[in-house]
């Protein structure tokens, strides 16, 4: 006789499905919620607040590239006007003490920059590729110039600022201080990340990725082309627009190097630094790009040569990014054997760390010995003071580059076996 399964003992394999595809979501709410009280200096929150903004920001920016593969040189515009659109809501609020709270201004932002990328993208989207990419150039270079120009939106060159504690305080807390303020962007990036992810699994969604890899085909369907790359145009700019309302409410003032073509060239960099072909890429993106940024740039003056030489480096030998770097492992861990590659990544990646150590203090005694006041011979480099005008640290500096990268060239062959 033929059993049935008793419901009450055994897990579906569609809630088995649901668990799975929740636990990173959940995983990541208790993430959040634990580190202001691991990291509780406010440089530290103020570091984790600028990355998670960095994260909704690099996400909308990959519904355009990783999604719908277009390519934009001016995606700061859209957080740039709704940080700016927010301000003017921030210091409405200040003149006339209306009961709005804080927490859905973020809301007033998305829907400003909505409005230009739908004005925008009813043209833009017509053509991808090089054309696509030229004009959200040359929008990009025009509202920027605008932002010195319509100083009664834009501020001029000062920028504009406001008060965030002057919004109706949320059952008493009055964002005075910066863990509160971190809560706040800690619920809009779950928020905005899920909402992303959603839509990157809706129809709209799917024939985005069709579009992107092969428009033709799409159009022989019945799909246009146009229309898909239209829609994933404006969710790009609605969320980049409650970026920017988050810059407004943790930085409290807004410039035109918000908006301008060197911080859409800084998120494309993230966007493929993390890789574009993983919905979490552009996450591991912006959490590597803030924490050079952010720890690094008070070590050196060189860190934006750094950062550039992991970019170069990224895109010539892993054209997937970080994530898909990481990716790479995964049927070595299905299959069990994850364990077989510590020795040679040990082998390879060690020598290749103290070559590209080598190689940095090369450049660091460069840089001193070029931009030192005259007589100061003296600098400090991995915590050791010495003198740069003699010849035994450039010997070596230089020794240690070649020894390292020579030991990480003849191990390769190992790792890719």
């Known amino acids: 006789m033929t059993g049935i399964p008793d419901s009450s003992s055994a897990v579906s394999p569609a809630n088995g499905n649901a668990l799975r595809s929740s636990l990173p979501w959940i995983v990541a709410v208790v993430v959040l919620l634990v580190l202001p009280q691991v990291f509780q200096a406010n440089s530290a929150i103020t570091i984790l607040n600028q990355m998670m903004i960095t994260i909704i920001f690099a996400l909308s920016y990959n519904m355009l590239l990783g999604q719908g593969g277009m390519l934009s040189f001016g995606h700061a515009v859209y957080m740039g006007v709704g940080g700016f659109f927010c301000m003017h809501v921030m210091n409405l609020v200040e003149a006339n003490e209306l009961p709005i709270w804080l927490h859905v201004l973020p809301i007033f932002g998305g829907l400003f920059s909505l409005g230009l990328a739908t004005i925008v993208g009813s043209f833009s989207t017509r053509k991808a590729g090089t054309v696509f990419a030229m004009i959200s150039l040359g929008i990009g270079e025009l509202v920027a110039a605008c932002s010195l120009i319509i100083i009664v939106f834009f501020g001029g060159e000062e920028g504009i600022s406001g008060d965030r504690t002057y919004f109706k305080p949320f059952f008493g807390v009055k964002f005075l201080q910066q863990n509160e303020v971190y809560y706040l962007i800690a619920f809009w990036t779950i928020v905005s990340a899920l909402l992303m992810y959603l839509f990157s699994r809706t129809p709209v969604g799917r024939m985005a990725n069709a579009v992107r890899d092969n428009p033709e085909r799409a159009e022989f369907l019945g799909y246009s082309a146009r229309w898909v790359r239209y829609f994933s145009f404006c969710g790009a700019g609605f969320f980049a627009g409650i970026a920017g309302a988050l810059v407004a409410i943790n930085f409290e003032i807004l410039t035109e190097t918000d908006l301008n073509l060197g911080k859409s060239g800084m998120i494309l960099l993230i966007t493929f630094l993390g890789g574009t072909g993983f919905f979490f890429g552009p996450i591991i993106g912006a959490i590597v790009f803030t924490l050079l940024q952010s720890v690094l740039s008070l070590q050196t003056e060189l860190w ?114």
């Open 304 to 417: 934006q040569l750094y950062v550039g030489a992991l970019f170069v480096a990224t895109v010539m030998f892993f054209p997937g990014g970080l994530a898909g770097l990481l990716m790479m492992h995964q049927p070595a861990m299905r299959l069990g054997n994850l364990g077989l590659l510590v020795v040679p990544y040990v082998n390879t990646l060690i020598p290749a760390a103290i070559g590209a150590l080598g190689l940095a203090g090369l450049m660091e005694m460069l840089f001193h010995v070029r931009h030192a006041a005259v007589g100061d011979i003296e600098m400090r480099l991995f915590w050791i003071t010495f003198d740069s005008h003699t010849i035994l640290p450039w010997v070596i500096a230089i020794a240690t580059m070649i020894t390292g990268f020579w030991l990480a060239y003849r191990n390769a062959p190992k790792l890719r076996e």
